[in-house]
């Protein structure tokens, strides 16, 4: 079965709540099949991970500098994968967002995803910046000096997995324990930190504690679909498993 021709410029949405980091990449590979045979329109999986540092293709072992029973006493799953990029830390209170979708330019997807967080960030009077000009290690989103999103995607035969990572009201400190980004002595921010100190541009008008990263999660699937012209329509997890005829809507 094919998307429906009145699919293609929908983007499934799904607020998946807190996942193992295995998990999700496990669900991650299952709609791309789907979406490489025609099964399903683009999907964007919205998440949020328990401590995790995950190892990209072009991480090194020096990144990890402390021992594996040091981040095991910290409760910090280690996990390496496909993606593009090098050693980043996933936890509570980060917004993690999975694409799923059909593109033909890497290079140009990875700079739309960049915009797309800096006019979310935008949306909640936060001024932001990608870094092209400075090479791949400074891909993401970046806050004066100090980076607030980090991306890393893997493309296998014109469909995506993988993502990126917004910080909102997650820990820093685990980032301090590796060497983030393969940038020794990068700083890391979050939105929380951002609108709360001498970084805050204007009113975000957004709920503080567990409520930033949902009100701020809205303003990433706007602004994803602004910059993808999509139209977003929002369903449960069992409408990724379902056919494509009886798609299961969240109220």
Known sequence: MHAREDTAQELWVCDLGEVRYGDALALQERLRTRRQAGELPDVLLALEHPPTYTLGRRAGAEELPMSEDFYASKGIELHTCDRGGRVTYHGPGQLVCYPIVAITDVLEYVRALERVIVAALARVGVDAHARPQDGADYTGVWCGERKIASIGVHVQRGVTTHGFAVNVSNDLEPFEWIVACGLPGVSMTSLERVLGGEERDSDAGLAAG?????????????AFCEVFAKRPVTVTRAALDAPLSAPAVAA
Not at 210 to 222: K, Q
């Open 210 to 222: 567990e409520g930033l990263i949902d009100g701020f999660r809205a303003f990433v699937v706007d």
